[in-house]
Nanobody
């Protein structure tokens, strides 16, 4: 059974940094796409960033220049380095792994809270 487990969330002051990590277990398969979504209280889940198996990255405009996604194909992990955090970044962050058209898996989420 495929499982995604996130870590690295927490409470940080505005302007601070956090690094989220997500490890895939239960399979040695390397998904075409891995990435992150987030959901703030009362809002819909929104896309944050993704990275393909050949390293192509995508970011939502609001995090460009502040967040960096990376992937370790050997360890089957994906990370999100978040710098210059703002209160608007406060949300539950979800890791996902996708084989387009075939499968999509989600982690349980990790809370990020940014206070001013």
């Amino acid at each position: 059974q495929v499982q995604l487990v996130e870590s690295g969330g927490g409470l940080v002051q505005s302007g601070g940094s956090l690094r989220l990590s997500c490890v895939v277990s239960g399979t040695s398969f390397r998904f075409d796409v891995m990435g992150w979504y987030r959901q703030a209280l009362g809002n819909q889940r929104e896309f944050v960033s993704s990275i393909t198996d050949n390293g192509i990255t995508t970011y939502v405009d609001s995090v460009k220049g502040r967040f960096t996604i990376s992937r370790d194909m050997v360890k089957n992990t994906v990370s999100l380095q978040m710098n210059g955090l703002k209160p608007l970044d406060t949300a539950v962050y979800y890791c996902y792994a996708e084989q387009p058209g075939l499968a999509q898996h989600w982690g349980q989420g990790t809370q990020v809270t940014v206070f001013s």
